[in-house]
């Protein structure tokens, strides 16, 4: 049985936040939001991360937060640019935006060879999530389909009181898979209630309780390969549609294998509040959320020196 490995996506520099916020500690004493990811990963079992970065950011993230990791784990580097293409494609002139999630885990392909998670760098998932995930790709294979997970999280514990945000609003069955997943990009706290537009005037509400993916997935190393096959359609048509901004999400690639019935995705339910820092106003609220799961022993107050 292969161990689990996790994949960090690291690579963006946060457009609404205004920096590279995945480096911006909120912890005191100078811990940063994957600091306690990466404690909780460890915690629940993993040997292995891959950290999906930017080249121009390597330096201080390894001074940051890479060098103390590689001490406990096995790290890994795999780095995105608008060049992370399939062969016989290149980034059109002005492109400066990564081409997306689905693009992130294309980048980390040659060193994933086992099961692996994948989050985001800027995202507090809790402890239990971690060992959610963990424990079923231990013990998931794929069979006639593809046996993918995902951490879902109740929609009210993924909201901020500062502007928007975008969450995958998932559909499932009642023995617990994914049927379908709505990229929402503007929703917000409105009225006592989450609702979300598409147009900028008209509201629409969701319903309490709702399940989002706040993007952490669990995959066999099939992903790998169907992502490599559906690149260069993607690439087609955004390179005529919209070439500087085009993205290709892992929701979407995930969507069609659903839709194609090759695969099925169980939901790992999580009752943990996730917490992030979409933009500053939010960063004193992470601080704060993080202080107080000190003061109930949940961390220690130095979390590497204990490990």
């Known amino acids: 049985m292969k161990e689990p490995i996790l994949v960090v996506m690291a690579a963006g520099m946060g457009s609404r936040y205004g920096g590279p916020k995945q480096i911006d500690p909120v912890g005191d004493n100078g811990e940063i939001i994957i600091d306690f990811s990466l404690y909780d990963a460890i915690n629940a079992g993993f040997k292995k991360v891959v950290f999906l970065i930017k080249k121009s950011i390597e330096a201080d993230f390894k001074e940051i937060i890479g060098d103390r990791i590689s001490k406990i784990v096995d790290v890994k580097y795999a780095y995105q640019d608008v060049n992370s293409l399939p062969c016989g494609y290149s980034a059109p002139e002005g492109r400066k935006k990564p081409w997306g999630t689905a693009n992130a885990i294309f980048c980390c392909r040659d060193l994933i060879d086992a099961p692996f998670a994948v989050i985001n760098s800027d995202d507090y998932y809790g402890k239990d999530a971690f060992k959610l995930i963990y424990n079923y790709l231990l013990h998931s294979n794929d069979d006639e389909k593809y046996r993918y997970a995902m951490v879902g999280y109740t929609l009210e514990n993924t909201l901020i009181d500062h502007g928007h945000v975008a969450r995958g609003v998932c559909v499932t069955s009642e023995d617990g898979y994914l049927k379908d997943i709505c990229e929402r990009t503007h929703i917000e706290k409105r009225n006592g209630k989450a609702q979300y537009t598409e147009d900028g005037k008209t509201w629409v509400t969701i319903p309490q309780g709702s399940t989002v993916s706040m993007n952490l997935w669990g995959f066999s190393e099939s992903i ?27 929701p979407s690639v995930v969507g069609e294998l659903l839709e194609n019935d090759k695969a099925t995705v169980k939901v790992l339910p999580s009752t943990d509040k996730w917490y992030g820092v979409t933009y500053r106003e939010d960063k004193p609220v992470v601080v704060e959320a993080i202080r107080n799961m000190r003061k109930q022993g949940i961390y220690p107050q130095k979390l590497w020196e204990e490990k």
């Open 224 to 250: 790998l390969k169907e992502i490599a096959e559906r690149f260069p359609a993607f690439l087609e048509k955004a390179l005529k549609e919209n070439p500087l901004k085009s993205e290709f999400f892992l």
